[in-house]
């Protein structure tokens, strides 16, 4: 879920107007587990993965974003050092908001409730979404993975077929808590369909409509 859920436009052009704009390389970490809470970034184009390095060396899938969102808000309200990294999955650029600026700014135009709705929704996202992970068969998952990854790209609104990039097949299998086999079975079965071309990286939705019905088959 991104802002525009909990945040005007007009609330969200000031917010940016607050920092200064960096580019992130693809694959690049945006913000890095362990570090302090010195700032935090309001993405503005591009996606990026949440993921969680475990003591053992294991790396945890917690969530994708896309623009619209802030990254590394919770430990700027928190007070604690970050609890997991931010990778660039495409180019993207975002906005630097330093950290005691943001809450300052948060606090005296009250949208304290506001963000609050906006992890709780986030809350709501991941019991969701480990819910689907132990009830819905692997293809299912799978439409439903790709179409959250649709609508955090804004593609959907021009057209019905939508084009993701930057993802490979070991990410899609974290986000849905299979192997890499089970995915490329799964995209096989999708292609079979007709719902999706993939290629090195990149996966094009052919028919969004067609997949949303083949998501919800499930419900």
């Given at each position: 879920m991104g802002r525009r859920h909990v945040l005007s436009d007009e609330v969200w052009r000031d917010l940016r107007s607050q920092g200064v704009t960096r580019a992130f390389p693809e694959r690049s970490v945006m913000l890095r587990q362990g570090s302090p809470e010195t700032h935090l970034l309001a993405l503005t184009s591009g996606l990026a993965k949440v993921v969680c390095r475990?003591?053992?060396?294991a790396r945890t899938w917690l969530a994708f974003r896309g623009p619209g969102d802030l990254l590394g808000e919770v430990s700027v309200f928190n007070g604690t050092s970050r609890t997991a990294d931010v990778v660039a999955l495409t180019p993207c650029a975002a906005v630097v908001l330093d950290a005691a600026r943001f809450v300052r700014y948060v606090e005296e135009r009250g949208l304290?409730?506001?963000?609050?709705?906006?992890?709780?929704?986030?809350m709501r996202e991941s019991d969701i979404h480990r819910a689907e992970l132990q009830t819905l068969p692997l293809v299912v998952r799978l439409a439903r993975t790709l179409l959250r990854l649709a609508a955090l790209t804004d593609q959907m609104a021009e057209s019905n077929a939508v084009r993701l990039t930057g993802l490979n097949q070991e990410e899609v299998a974290q986000a849905i808590g299979v192997t890499r086999n089970a995915v490329i079975s799964g995209l096989r079965q999708l292609r079979t369909y007709g719902l999706v071309e993939t290629a090195r990286r990149v996966i094009v939705i052919r028919d969004v409509k067609a997949l949303q019905r083949w998501a919800e088959a499930a419900d």
């Open positions: 475990e003591p053992s060396g304290v409730m506001h963000l609050m709705r906006q992890a709780l929704a986030r």
